[in-house]
């Protein structure tokens, strides 16, 4: 390859493709990012015209497949500026861009506007706080502060953070859901050394399930609309 060619990789969302540089300072995608995409891609229809937050956009794998799908415009929340370039060079790499891309932390962030859908991948196993579903949590009792009347938020989580207790707080937060993605797939190495991960998903009934001597998690995306 050329010294001034990009070196990118190719996530397939069909009939959607998404180049994203191999040298960036953001996270690569996860396997509940690829999820999430792959949820988004199976009701892109509903994006069309559509304005949309993402909150932490990573990559901006997620906002970028909202561009393709015809959204009306995207902005995006980071809490490093460094993070925001890396998603804003991958969009350049994809003939997107964003309208706002904004240093934030969503937790503690007031938008000055409402938008149509909002996009969220929120931590889990690496959360950093003392309860890893906290912002499971925080999201579905603030994401209708990021919407219109008629807006969703779509998020994707797993097993471990226990579905039952997920659909329980949506519907206490006033707030209906359905599931738009389900998806099974092998650990990752990290769950086994982060402390206390594995006896915490041990104490999740159907948290995950074993295949042969191989550990397999579920991956959900759900559709919220709150009430």
Same mark, same amino acid.
């Given at each position: 390859? +050329?010294?001034?060619?990009?070196?990118?990789?190719?996530?397939? =969302?069909?009939?959607?493709?998404?180049?994203?540089?191999?040298?960036?300072?953001?996270?690569?995608?996860?396997? !509940?990012?690829?999820?999430?995409? +792959?949820?988004?891609?199976?009701?892109?229809?509903?994006?069309?015209?559509?304005?949309?937050?993402?909150?932490?956009?990573?990559?901006?794998? !997620?906002?970028? %497949?909202?561009?393709?799908?015809?959204?009306?415009?995207?902005?995006? *929340?980071?809490?490093?500026? *460094? =993070?925001?370039?890396?998603?804003?060079? +991958?969009?350049?790499?994809?003939?997107?861009? /964003?309208? +706002?891309?904004?240093?934030?932390?969503?937790?503690?962030?007031?938008?000055?506007?409402?938008?149509?859908?909002?996009?969220?991948?929120?931590? @889990?196993?690496?959360?950093?706080?003392?309860?890893?579903?906290? =912002?499971?949590?925080?999201?579905?009792?603030?994401?209708?502060? /990021? %919407?219109?009347?008629?807006?969703?938020?779509?998020?994707?989580?797993?097993?471990?953070?226990?579905?039952? %207790? *997920?659909?329980?707080?949506?519907?206490?937060?006033?707030?209906?859901?359905?599931?738009?993605?389900? !998806?099974?797939?092998? @650990?990752?190495?990290?769950?086994?050394?982060?402390?206390?991960?594995?006896?915490?998903? #041990?104490?999740?009934? #159907?948290?995950?399930?074993?295949?042969?001597?191989?550990?397999?998690?579920? %991956?959900?995306?759900?559709?919220?609309?709150? #009430?």
């Amino acid at each position: 390859m +050329n010294s001034t060619q990009v070196e990118y990789s190719k996530y397939l =969302f069909y009939p959607y493709l998404v180049r994203l540089k191999d040298e960036t300072s953001s996270w690569k995608p996860t396997p !509940h990012g690829i999820a999430l995409a +792959n949820a988004m891609t199976s009701i892109a229809s509903e994006f069309q015209g559509k304005s949309v937050l993402e909150i932490g956009a990573g990559s901006g794998i !997620h906002a970028i %497949l909202a561009n393709k799908f015809g959204c009306q415009y995207i902005d995006i *929340t980071e809490i490093e500026s *460094t =993070f925001l370039d890396a998603a804003s060079e +991958n969009a350049k790499l994809n003939n997107c861009s /964003f309208r +706002n891309a904004m240093i934030q932390d969503w937790t503690d962030f007031t938008p000055t506007q409402s938008y149509d859908i909002l996009i969220c991948n929120p931590p @889990f196993c690496k959360a950093g706080t003392k309860d890893r579903r906290w =912002f499971i949590q925080q999201l579905i009792k603030d994401g209708k502060k /990021f %919407l219109s009347s008629s807006g969703f938020f779509i998020f994707c989580q797993s097993s471990m953070a226990d579905f039952k %207790l *997920t659909e329980s707080e949506i519907k206490c937060a006033d707030s209906s859901f359905d599931v738009i993605l389900e !998806h099974k797939g092998l @650990f990752r190495d990290y769950y086994f050394t982060e402390p206390g991960f594995m006896e915490e998903s #041990n104490a999740v009934t #159907n948290g995950f399930e074993m295949i042969d001597d191989a550990y397999v998690e579920t %991956l959900r995306a759900y559709r919220v609309r709150p #009430n």
